[in-house]
């Protein structure tokens, strides 16, 4: 018979979820929820929620604890919450001294709030609890437990915050809802993501957003281990250094060692230094840099900047060098196997040498070679150096705006450096080398100083055996340094700069010598380089003076050159495809490679329309042809100049103007004069077109062409007198370049046409003037 205590005692077992409330005082907490199956301690503040928990223990003690949307929002409560929270119950509570409480509860599953009861004096909700469904197959879930598990031990493997309890809660979790709730619980995710899990019913939906958390937060333990060994490693290095410099400092104290070994290479310094005829200055300046730098701290900021100054010291040549012979006769075969022709700019060289042959300690004047591109001013500074015996190093002071790239930084700035010219000497190892300042004439002025006037001191011999760079801040010699300058134009160069140098001035190549340079150099370098034979194919004369003058019209070689290397990789790609290349390349074949050649002249050369006259002009670039021309329009009587004219052409052109009004004797048409000089893109401005504007505008009076063939260059005054002009050989070189037979020029350049050399006049008849009258006389038939 059975126990009636017994049946009594059965018939009050009810399951925990039977007898879960239907109404439950709800409890907002804030940052982070309390999942279910968990045993926790939860502190209350003092106010409404205090009241209500006790209100809740009178009964079974059942709380809603929900999480708030906002933490610190002004919103009441009942608005700022979520709709799904967790049901819990109350296992003991504290009383707190401020009015709060310290409850512990145990949670026990999700709930969702369908209506708000009663808002005052408690916040109860009418709540339901709905079902876990698997979502997804039995298999399905095992394999996504599964996944879960290895994930998080591989988690608790790189967080140390993963204590032994647990580890072991983890593996005694069978169930899939409460371990992807477990693991949701013990990782560090933002508010809208732990509600998205309290929000998941479906386990298969729980486990796959769980699993995505959980990788996340795998990745970035790495990295945030990765950055915790990297400042590891670096604060461990510079400890190890610091323990082993400090260990090797007493090991080399107790053998008697330290100081020898440390500052051996500044003793041998300062001997050497001893050894020379130095000034004091230098002497006892490097002796208290090398005290100082014994007596600095490794660690400190001027053990480094005292150990890079004496470096700089240490790798100057000081040391007067080795006196070497010059041979002039060696010099002499060195520049002609280097260059062709440039007969008057070698023998200047030769000279110069000759003066140190038989004054070596002559402070002779620094060379400047002046020329347009591509004559070969760099090369004929190898030469030099090359006939010397001297070390070579070239630098381009061209664009330099900063002073300290000439005479260095003072060492009080941080990353301070010596200038150029120390460097040159410190890498060359050489106290006479050959120097080139390249692009002299295209040195600026910036707001950090004048690079010119520091310019000054390198370049003049008075005052550079005494040469102080900033950062050196010491007397260095220089006197013995050949510097070499180069430039386009003497124009630019500041004139107290430009009486320290003596001038060479080298012309453009005429055709003939291109033509001869390109058989000897040319040809064969650009083969080579572009890894053809000379057997594959040839380019007879004819070929290549249309080369010269179609293709690549200029005062060098440099578009010669360039041309012809677009010319060999044209045949190159052919010989590749295996293509059909012709033996000998004649100048149809020029067209089909190169296409339409850039250069005519068929306008500058047929000079046979009244109104048009043909000038000569110099650029930096060498000689050049313009045509003047000159028409009738109808306006006010005066004069209209076009083609982006200078200064100087306007005011030579206003001048021809007032000229042949006088000079023809009678009064111009009453129409306006419009000269314009061709091509209008391209700036002009010079002292040198007077003679071909008022023979233009003579033309157009007389409704007559001047002579064919007729290039001229002068400057006219108001009374008819032919003035002196500059460049005259670069403009004979320009007008036989484009087949001018007979030139116009001053009489007063008469010397200087007679220094020109026969090989550049040969082929061009010339006729020297002083008057207009004669040039009036040349220019047009008197029928």
């Known amino acids: 018979m059975e126990n009636p205590e017994s049946l009594e005692f059965a018939s009050r077992l009810v399951r925990l979820e039977d007898a879960l409330p239907k109404q439950v005082f709800l409890i907002p907490i804030k940052v982070r929820p309390v999942f279910p199956g968990i045993i926790t301690p939860l502190i209350i503040p003092a106010g409404r929620f205090t009241h209500s928990i006790e209100e809740t223990m009178k009964g079974a003690g059942f709380v809603g604890l929900i999480l708030l949307k906002i933490d610190d929002s002004p919103e009441d409560s009942e608005n700022n919450i979520f709709q799904t929270g967790i049901i819990a119950r109350i296992l003991k509570k504290i009383n707190l001294p401020d009015g709060g409480m310290n409850i512990l509860v145990n949670t026990i599953q999700r709930f969702q709030t369908e209506s708000i009861q009663a808002t005052s004096p408690f916040l109860i909700a009418n709540v339901t609890y709905p079902k876990e469904e698997p979502g997804t197959s039995k298999n399905n879930l095992k394999a996504m437990m599964r996944t879960l598990i290895v994930l998080t031990k591989e988690l608790a493997q790189n967080n140390p915050l993963f204590t032994e309890d647990m580890k072991l809660t983890m593996m005694n979790v069978n169930d899939p809802g409460k371990m992807a709730d477990f693991v949701c619980s013990i990782l560090n995710l933002e508010k809208e993501e732990y509600q998205s ?22 990745e970035l333990v790495v990295l945030q281990r990765k950055i915790h060994h990297q400042i590891n490693d670096k604060i461990d290095a510079q400890q190890r250094q610091f323990f082993l410099r400090e260990q090797l400092k007493a090991i080399q104290q107790e053998l008697g060692i330290g100081e020898e070994k440390l500052d051996k290479r500044y003793d041998t310094l300062l001997e050497r230094l001893n050894k020379l005829n130095l000034v004091p200055e230098v002497l006892k300046e490097v002796e208290r840099e090398v005290d100082k730098f014994k007596n600095t701290d490794p660690n400190s900021g001027d053990y480094n900047v005292t150990r890079n100054y004496l470096d700089l010291v240490s790798a100057l040549p000081w040391e007067n060098p080795v006196p070497k012979e010059i041979d002039i006769q060696n010099a002499k075969k060195i520049l002609n196997r280097d ?75 941080i990353g301070a450096m010596p200038g150029r010219i120390l460097s040159a000497l410190k890498i060359t190892q050489s106290r006479n080398p050959v120097i080139l300042l390249d692009e002299i004439d295209k040195i600026t002025q910036g ?15 008075e ?7 900033h950062y050196l801040d010491l007397p260095f010699d220089l006197s013995q340094v050949f510097f070499i300058a180069t430039a386009n134009t003497a124009d630019p160069i500041p004139r107290v700069l430009l009486d ?57 070689l440099r578009g010669l050159e360039k041309t012809f290397d677009k010319l060999a990789r ?41 109104g048009t006259a043909l000038g000569l002009a110099w650029t930096s670039a060498g000689g050049s042809t313009l045509i003047i021309e000159a028409v009738f329009v109808l306006g006010k009587p005066g004069i209209l100049l076009t083609g982006q004219l200078g200064k100087m052409m306007e005011e030579s052109a206003n001048i021809a103007y007032s000229f042949i009004k006088n000079y023809v004797g009678k009064n111009l048409p009453e129409q306006s004069l419009h000269l314009h000089v061709p ?41 008819g007198e032919v003035l002196p002009i500059g460049g005259l050989r670069e403009k004979i070189v320009a007008a036989k370049r484009v087949g001018v037979k007979s030139i116009i020029f001053p009489k007063d350049n008469q010397s200087s046409f007679e220094e020109i050399p026969d090989y550049v006049k040969k082929g061009i008849k010339f006729y020297p003037v002083s008057r207009f009258e004669e040039v009036d006389n040349l220019v047009f038939s008197k029928k």
């Open 197 to 218: 899990i309290i929000e998941a019913i479906t386990l298969s939906d729980r486990l796959e957003k769980v699993l995505l958390y959980i990788r996340k937060e795998i």
């Open 339 to 413: 260059h062709y022709k440039l007969e008057d700019v070698k023998e200047r060289i030769l000279e110069f040498l000759a003066v140190r042959k038989l004054n070596p300690k002559g402070k002779g004047s620094i060379l400047c070679l002046v020329g347009p591109p591509g004559v070969g001013k760099t090369s004929i500074a190898k030469s030099v150096a090359e006939a010397l015996g001297r070390s070579f190093y070239r630098f381009s002071i061209g664009g330099i705006r900063d002073e300290a790239e000439i005479k260095g930084h003072r060492r009080t700035y």
């Open 447 to 461: 707001f950090q100083g004048d690079p010119q006037a520091a310019l000054l001191e390198v370049l003049d011999p």
């Open 463 to 469: 005052q550079n055996s005494t040469f102080r760079d």
């Open 500 to 556: 320290r140098m003596e001038i060479i001035q080298l012309s453009g190549y005429i055709t003939e010598e291109k033509v001869s340079i390109f058989q000897k150099y040319l040809w064969k370098k650009i083969l080579e380089k572009n890894g053809l034979s000379s057997k594959l194919f040839t380019i007879q004369k004819p070929t290549l003076l249309t080369l010269i003058n179609s293709y690549s019209r200029e005062s060098g």
């Open 570 to 610: 044209k045949i190159a790609l052919k010989f590749v495809q295996k293509e059909k290349i012709p033996k000998e390349i004649k100048e149809s074949d020029l067209k089909t490679f190169l296409g339409p050649p850039p250069f005519q002249d068929d306008r500058i050369t047929s000079i046979k329309i009244p």
């Open 679 to 719: 091509d209008g893109a391209t700036p002009k401005d010079g002292p040198s077109a007077g003679i071909t504007m008022a023979v233009a505008i003579l033309s157009l009076i007389r409704n007559k062409a001047m002579k064919a063939d007729f290039g001229m260059t002068g400057e006219l005054t108001l009374t």
